[in-house]
């Protein structure tokens, strides 16, 4: 069982900068593939950021390439979301995932692929 829980959500003027962090328990962080997915109100939940369990590759949603940032730090078993220029748009609860079964070069980009899910962690960004 891997237990994820995001923190670092928060209010924020557009422009400005936020930095999500997902702490995951387990032995084995270092080969699961993490990704960042976010759901808007009413929107359906959709694909943020990802990360290799190698941290040699990530891969980015068009909405946010060149504002935000994935990485990892393996022995302290967490990811992070780096977040710049934040717009009103980005206001979504945000969640991490991980899927414990990719390779690890392999960034995973649809929810089914992922087996553990965060709560989530609320960012508003206000005009």
């Known amino acids: 069982q891997v237990q994820l829980v995001e923190s670092g959500g928060g209010l924020v003027q557009a422009g400005g900068s936020l930095r999500l962090s997902c702490a995951a328990s387990?032995?084995?962080?270092?080969?699961?593939?993490m990704g960042w997915f976010r759901q808007a109100q009413g929107k359906e939940r959709e694909f943020v950021a990802a990360v290799s369990w190698s941290g040699g590759n990530t891969y980015y949603a068009d909405a946010v390439k060149g504002r935000f940032t994935i990485s990892r730090h393996n022995t302290k078993n967490t990811v992070y979301l780096q977040m710049n220029s934040l717009k009103p748009e980005d206001t979504a609860v945000y969640y991490c995932?991980?899927?414990?079964?990719?390779?690890?070069?392999?960034?995973?980009?649809?929810?089914?692929?992922?087996?553990?899910w965060g709560q989530g962690t609320q960012v508003t960004v206000s005009s």
């Open positions: 387990g032995r084995t962080f270092r080969s699961y593939a």
């Open positions: 995932a991980a899927d414990v079964d990719a390779g690890p070069i392999a960034v995973v980009t649809t929810t089914p692929e992922y087996d553990y």
